[in-house]
């Protein structure tokens, strides 16, 4: 193993980030927000709080940033994370509610990690007014499923989102 495959970031160096590819199954739309200040479309995501778990911190950043509250959408996908015997799930696990993805952005010196996970919500629901912080000024789209990645102003987010609706593919109704 050469000195490349190892890195060591202390609490001070990194923050810790989720978000999730949100999506209405009956009426194939994803959840996305616009950057009032520059038109950028992105996937909602935010900072883990202390004490949180990382799915928390994905519902709630999508909830804060978007007024749509969501539930993780448990999926069939491939992962290196291991099965607990201990509460008797078997090794054939069909459905999870585990990261899709992890990214890694460096910003200012600061490692930032962002776990994402696939979600549902109901894009025929009224957001909710107020949830959104003091610096954070978006508005909340929700797109059709083939015009998402299309959508999107970053690489990274589109791929992130194609995986996600390639994962949950059978699952959308026409």
């Not at 495959?5 to 194939?28: K, N």
């Not at 927000?33 to 950043?61: H, V």
Request: proline share 3%.
């Amino acid at each position: 193993m050469n000195s490349t495959d190892r890195q060591l970031h202390f609490s001070e160096t990194f923050v810790i980030s989720c978000g999730t590819v949100t999506i209405d199954i009956h009426t194939a739309k994803v959840l996305l927000i616009q950057w009032r200040r520059t038109g950028e479309y992105f996937l909602p995501k935010g900072r883990k709080d202390i004490g949180e778990s990382l799915e928390e911190t994905a519902m709630r950043e999508t909830y804060e940033e978007t007024g749509i509250p969501v539930q993780l959408l448990p999926i069939k996908m491939q992962t290196l994370a291991t099965v607990s015997t201990r509460i008797g799930v078997s090794q054939e696990v069909e459905r999870i509610s585990e990261p899709i993805a992890v990214a890694q952005r460096v910003s200012e010196g600061k490692l930032k990690i962002i776990f994402w996970y696939v979600a549902q919500g109901d894009s025929n629901r009224a957001r909710v007014e107020g949830t959104q912080q003091e610096n954070e000024e978006f508005d909340t789209i929700w797109v059709a499923v083939d015009k998402v990645a299309s959508t999107l102003s970053f690489e990274d987010d589109r791929r992130i989102a194609t995986r996600a609706l390639n994962l949950i593919h059978s699952k959308l109704e026409p």
